[in-house]
């Protein structure tokens, strides 16, 4: 019985990986402008700025879930718009999300998200949003960031500007920054 139950449990962790997916998009858009996040699904975020005037994003999608969300992408001429939801609104969802995005150097990023953590590095721009849960890396970042999780530990590291941050639940830690503010 071990054996049966064993074997069924890797069965499915392998039909699990496979069911994975990796959607990739380009977007022409130049500097100064903003990318805005509506996560409904959630997720783990990791943005990095970039030499080129183009967003990059990849989104990888795995777990039972895995085609039952809506994944919509909106470039107008001074943003983009991501948004993720799942398509059936009841009962629980097993999906997990992972947004890798790279921005051109100088952008602003808005990030509204049902949870994960936060990944931002080497952008100067203005910095909002939350997460219902997960950490916030910050690093290497100029400008104002004004974000709030409700639950993960905050790290800052070689920012320069503004800060207010908030979590309900662990650490804030700053270092080698220029940033004054609340935390």
């Given at each position: 019985m071990k054996k049966f139950l064993l074997v069924t449990i890797l069965v499915m962790a392998l039909a699990n990986l496979c069911l994975a997916q990796t959607i990739k998009k380009e977007f022409d858009i130049g500097m100064g402008n903003k990318l805005v996040l509506d996560l409904e699904t959630g997720g783990g975020v990791y943005i990095s700025g970039w030499d080129k005037e183009k967003v990059a994003v990849k989104v990888h999608i795995s777990g039972v879930d895995e085609d039952d969300y809506d994944l919509d992408f909106?470039?107008?001429?001074?943003?983009?718009?991501?948004?993720?939801?799942?398509?059936?609104?009841?009962?629980?969802?097993?999906?997990?999300?992972?947004?890798?995005?790279?921005?051109?150097?100088?952008?602003?990023?808005?990030?509204?998200?049902?949870?994960?953590?936060?990944?931002?590095?080497?952008?100067?721009?203005?910095?909002?949003?939350?997460t219902a849960g997960g950490g916030l890396d910050f690093t290497n970042v100029s400008g104002d960031i004004e974000f709030r999780t409700m639950g993960g530990e905050i790290t800052v590291s070689e920012v320069k500007g503004h800060l207010k941050l908030e979590t309900m639940g662990g650490s804030i830690t700053v270092t080698d920054s220029e940033a004054d503010g609340k935390v």
């Open positions: 909106d470039a107008g001429s001074s943003r983009i718009r991501i948004s993720s939801d799942y398509s059936s609104r009841w009962g629980r969802h097993d999906g997990d999300f992972e947004f890798d995005i790279k921005v051109p150097e100088r952008f602003d990023i808005e990030i509204e998200s049902s949870g994960g953590g936060v990944h931002i590095a080497d952008v100067e721009g203005e910095i909002s949003g939350s």
